[in-house]
T-cell receptor, first 112, second 113 residues
Framework: DAGVTQSPTHLIKTRGQQVTLRCSPKSGHDTVSWYQQALGQGPQFIFQYYEEEERQRGNFPDRFSGHQFPNYSSELNVNALLLGDSALYLC???????????FGAGTRLSVL | AQSVTQLDSQVPVFEEAPVELRCNYSSSVSVYLFWYVQYPNQGLQLLLKYLSGSTLVKGINGFEAEFNKSQTSFHLRKPSVHISDTAEYFCAVSETNAGKSTFGDGTTLTVKP
C-alpha cells in the first residue's frame, strides 16, 4: 500500500516564475492538506481540499492556489515566486474529518 | 486560535540516557495532540497521538507522552535513547475533527555516544 507520494522531490526556480507541486494521497484517503516548512521552522498550514473544493485556508496570499482531482490527488500552485517561498512543501492526506494525517516526503523548492 | 510552544530548540543527550522534550499548547477548544519525528530530508512520521481517554499515551520506538490539561502540556519522554533517535521532533495540535494541525517550531534531539 503506497503512502503519500509527492513530486518532484526537488525544484529550482527563479523569482517571478510559477511552480506546480503534485501529491497523491494514501489509498482510501479523500482529503489533502498542504503545509509549508521553512528552514528551521515547523510546518505551516496552507490549505485543505476535500471533494475538489478548498475547505480551509491558512494565512497565505492568493499567489498560493490548489486543485483536487476526482481521484483525490492534488496540486499546489504558487505564482510570482519570491525568495521567501523557498521551503519544503509537505502534503498530508486523511479521511474526511479524520484525526490522523499521513505526510509525504515533501518537495524541496529553492527560489533563486 | 491555537498555538504550540516547544520549550527547547535543541536537546543534546548521551546514548542510553533518558530524555524529555517539552511542549505547551494554547487553545480555546478541545484539541487533539500529536508528536511527529522528522529525519533529515524526509517527511513527518507520527510518533504518537492523544485523542481522548488515558492521559499517558505510548507510541512507536519506545516514546511516550503525557497530556496534562491543567498545565496545557504534552511532554514527550523516552527512558533510554539511541543514536538513531537523533532527529527533529515536532509537537502539533488540532481542533477535534478539523483535519489541519498547528505545529511548534521543533526540537532538535542529538544523541551522543
Amino acid at each position: 500500500d503506497a503512502g503519500v507520494t509527492q513530486s518532484p522531490t526537488h525544484l529550482i526556480k527563479t523569482r517571478g516564475q510559477q511552480v506546480t507541486l503534485r501529491c497523491s494521497p494514501k489509498s482510501g484517503h479523500d482529503t489533502v492538506s498542504w503545509y509549508q516548512q521553512a528552514l528551521g521552522q515547523g510546518p505551516q498550514f496552507i490549505f485543505q481540499y476535500y471533494e475538489e473544493e478548498e475547505r480551509q485556508r491558512g494565512n497565505f496570499p492568493d499567489r498560493f492556489s490548489g486543485h483536487q482531482f476526482p481521484n483525490y490527488s492534488s496540486e499546489l500552485n504558487v505564482n510570482a515566486l519570491l525568495l521567501g517561498d523557498s521551503a519544503l512543501y509537505l502534503c498530508a492526506s486523511s479521511v474526511h474529518r479524520g484525526n490522523i494525517q499521513y505526510f509525504g516526503a515533501g518537495t524541496r523548492l529553492s527560489v533563486l | 486560535a491555537q498555538s504550540v510552544t516547544q520549550l527547547d530548540s535543541q536537546v543534546p543527550v548521551f546514548e542510553e540516557a533518558p530524555v524529555e522534550l517539552r511542549c505547551n499548547y494554547s487553545s480555546s477548544v478541545s484539541v487533539y495532540l500529536f508528536w511527529y519525528v522528522q529525519y533529515p530530508n524526509q517527511g513527518l512520521q507520527l510518533l504518537l497521538k492523544y485523542l481522548s481517554g488515558s492521559t499517558l499515551v505510548k507510541g512507536i520506538n519506545g516514546f511516550e507522552a503525557e497530556f496534562n490539561k491543567s498545565q496545557t502540556s504534552f511532554h514527550l519522554r523516552k527512558p533510554s535513547v539511541h543514536i538513531s533517535d537523533t532527529a527533529e521532533y515536532f509537537c502539533a495540535v488540532s481542533e477535534t475533527n478539523a483535519g489541519k494541525s498547528t505545529f511548534g517550531d521543533g526540537t532538535t534531539l542529538t544523541v551522543k555516544p
